[in-house]
């Protein structure tokens, strides 16, 4: 049997103005539906056991929570381990529901930035206004960073989740690496 290992090894950098890692494996489940509908709430709320997100929000609760992709589909976290029983858990309770979920961990890459500079560290990289009573703990975006497409989130005041394919984590964490340099703080939102 292999053994399995997240896109960077969790890989961390610790070294500039910003604490970079990769989180790890983390079980991630894309949920296409009426976000109206009771069971498409149900298939994601009762699985995570975190209320639904507001939208352009993010509930988790450590390694579960939904993510408010878009008007018709979130982003469903669980263990990576539990993926296939909480897919199964979801489909019992879509029952009839037109709606789609798939299990798309391993085509993703989960990463965090952390400490008092991760805000300027992320405005650096995303057309978002990040300023401090523009986007709070809690609040979701579905974005680019520099070339590639990522969805993040703020986790609290200093830490963001990062979402991007697998396929780029190497790219965003040495984007990331590069904008969190020593020397390289801008003092935009102090």
């Known amino acids: 049997m292999s053994n399995l290992i997240s896109a960077l090894d969790k890989a961390t950098d610790n070294s500039g103005i910003a604490k970079i890692e990769e989180i790890g494996l983390q079980g991630m489940i894309t949920l296409r539906g009426d976000l109206s509908k009771a069971a498409v709430k149900k298939a994601a709320t009762s699985v995570t056991g975190v ?14 929570g939904i993510c408010w992709m878009s008007t018709d589909e979130l982003l469903v976290l669980c263990p990576y381990d539990q993926v296939a029983d909480t897919l199964a858990k979801m489909h019992t309770a879509l029952g009839k529901a037109h709606a789609l979920a798939v299990d798309v961990s391993d085509a993703r890459a989960s990463l965090r930035v952390s400490g008092p500079n991760a805000r300027e560290v992320m405005a650096k990289l995303a057309p978002v206004d990040l300023s401090p009573k523009a986007f709070k703990p809690g609040m979701f ?48 939102f102090k």
Request: net charge negative; aromatic share 12%; with cysteine.
């Open 141 to 188: 975006r579905r974005t680019r960073m520099a070339q590639v497409a990522a969805a993040f989130w703020m986790v609290d005041d200093e830490t963001f989740q990062i979402v991007c394919f697998r396929s780029n984590a190497q790219y965003v964490f040495d984007l990331l690496k590069v904008a969190a340099q020593n020397g390289s703080e801008v003092g935009f």
């Open 51 to 64: 209320e639904m997100p507001a939208l352009g929000h993010a509930n988790h609760d450590g390694a579960s």
